[in-house]
């Protein structure tokens, strides 16, 4: 079960739904205890990869790849660049890049007639609650929370929030 809240656009003054997390974030252990519970590897072996992935993904997109997990989706470096845009082609140096981010762009699979089918990171089905109502039992009934019986969600990062959500 996924939530979200009502948040009116300022620009527009038309209100929208905007996703929100609920929970504590997830924790590396929490992650590495519920691979481990779907797979051979202990959990320390968990750990100890988990540990290491964002070195390892890193020092490859340094190197100008990107980097592939399969079942998962692939990981990028992109750039900002300054205001400050140059005339001539040859001026253009890295001294204009502002900032470094990772693009992540989900798995996804293709029908037959080419159409997005699946994308690895998005469910088929979704159900989206707004926050801070009373939820009906039968609908949440499915939802099994965390592998350790916590609930934890993971919502669309911009709104920043953090704690409460509204």
């Not at 964002?54 to 692939?74: E, I, K, N, P, W």
């Not at 205001?83 to 029908?111: A, Y």
């Not at 089918?117 to 499915?142: H, I, N, Y």
Request: hydrophobic share 35%.
């Amino acid at each position: 079960m996924a939530f979200y809240k009502v948040r009116l656009q300022k620009k527009s003054g038309l209100y929208y739904p905007q996703s929100i997390t609920v929970g504590k974030q997830v924790s590396t252990k929490q992650l590495g205890k519920a691979l481990s519970d779907r797979s051979t590897v202990t959990l320390a072996d968990t750990l100890a990869v988990l540990s290491e992935l964002g070195t390892v993904m890193s020092t490859f997109m340094a190197q100008g790849r990107s980097v592939q997990l399969d079942g998962l989706g692939s990981f990028r470096y992109t750039i900002n660049a300054t205001k400050q845009g140059v005339e001539k082609e040859e001026d253009v140096s890295p001294n204009q890049i502002k900032s470094i981010r990772v693009r992540f762009v989900p798995e996804m699979t293709r029908n037959a007639d080419k159409t997005v089918a699946t994308r690895s990171m998005q469910p088929t089905a979704v159900d989206w609650f707004l926050w801070g109502k009373e939820v009906d039992k039968a609908s949440a009934e499915g939802d099994e929370g965390g592998s350790d019986g916590t609930e934890g969600g993971q919502g669309n990062g911009d709104a920043g929030d953090e704690g409460n959500p509204l």
